[in-house]
T-cell receptor
Framework: DGGITQSPKYLFRKEGQNVTLSCEQN?????MYWYRQDPGQGLRLIYY???????QKGDIAEGYSVSREKKESFPLTVTSAQKNPTAFYLC??????????????FGPGTRLTVL | QKEVEQNSGPLSVPEGAIASLNCTYS??????FFWYRQYSGKSPELIMF????GDKEDGRFTAQLNKASQYVSLLIRDSQPSDSATYLC????????????FGAGTILRVKS
């Protein structure tokens, strides 16, 4: 089955810890994205990547880091510098970002809670 | 000013009625518009997209786009309790480097 997987589903972090969220897709999509969703708010873009070994900051990149070593994988690290990391994290992918008709599809999400 | 605006709701409709969800956007150069449905605790799933002015129908769903008024809507005919969810409007904005800008979503409740 083609799709996007995220793990873990739930993640608990202690103050001062870095944690890494996994995102894998087998849709052969070029572009991948990380969003954060807080209650009552829309999705906010953290980072995105259009090709392997390249990525760009979104609106709220501070305190986060990413890598794109393989087309299928786009892990997100939430560092201790992120002061309010408790949120629902969503990974998405699409064929490419340059087309106005390009459509994004989402993984199931990871819910991160800081203890 | 928010770039994509939606009424947060909740919008309550009886089962079998038409639900009308609205979205306005600020960038006149926006070219493509997407509606996602998000059940509580789940990730967004694409319902439909529209690029041209007018109506686009897909089953019980109809998207309507009016670029002159910077307005896009989603109509759900014969609403079912299973349609109860948050509906997210997303706009691909040239001002935003052709990336998606999401509204905060409208909560829809269909009462049986």
């Amino acid at each position: 089955d083609g799709g996007i997987t995220q793990s873990p589903k739930y993640l608990f972090r202690k103050e001062g810890q870095n944690v890494t969220l996994s995102c894998e897709q087998n849709l052969n999509h070029d572009a991948m994205y990380w969003y954060r969703q807080d209650p009552g708010q829309g999705l906010r873009l953290i980072y995105y990547s259009q090709i392997v070994n390249d990525f760009q900051k979104g609106d709220i990149a501070e305190g986060y880091s990413v890598s794109r070593e393989k087309k299928e994988s786009f892990p997100l690290t939430v560092t201790s510098a992120q002061k309010n990391p408790t949120a629902f994290y969503l990974c998405a992918s699409s064929r490419r970002t340059t087309s106005s008709t390009d459509t994004q599809y989402f993984g199931p999400g990871t819910r991160l809670t800081v203890l | 000013q928010k770039e994509v605006e939606q009424n947060s709701g909740p919008l309550s409709v009886p089962e079998g009625a038409i639900a009308s969800l609205n979205c306005t956007y600020s960038d006149r150069g926006s070219q493509s518009f997407f509606w996602y449905r998000q059940y509580s605790g789940k990730s967004p799933e694409l319902i439909m997209f529209i690029y041209s002015n007018g109506d686009k129908e897909d089953g019980r769903f109809t998207a309507q786009l009016n670029k002159a008024s910077q307005y896009v809507s989603l109509l759900i005919r014969d609403s079912q309790p299973s349609d109860s969810a948050t509906y997210l409007c997303a706009v691909k904005s040239m001002e935003y480097g052709n990336k998606l800008v999401f509204g905060a979503g409208t909560i829809l409740r269909v009462k049986s």
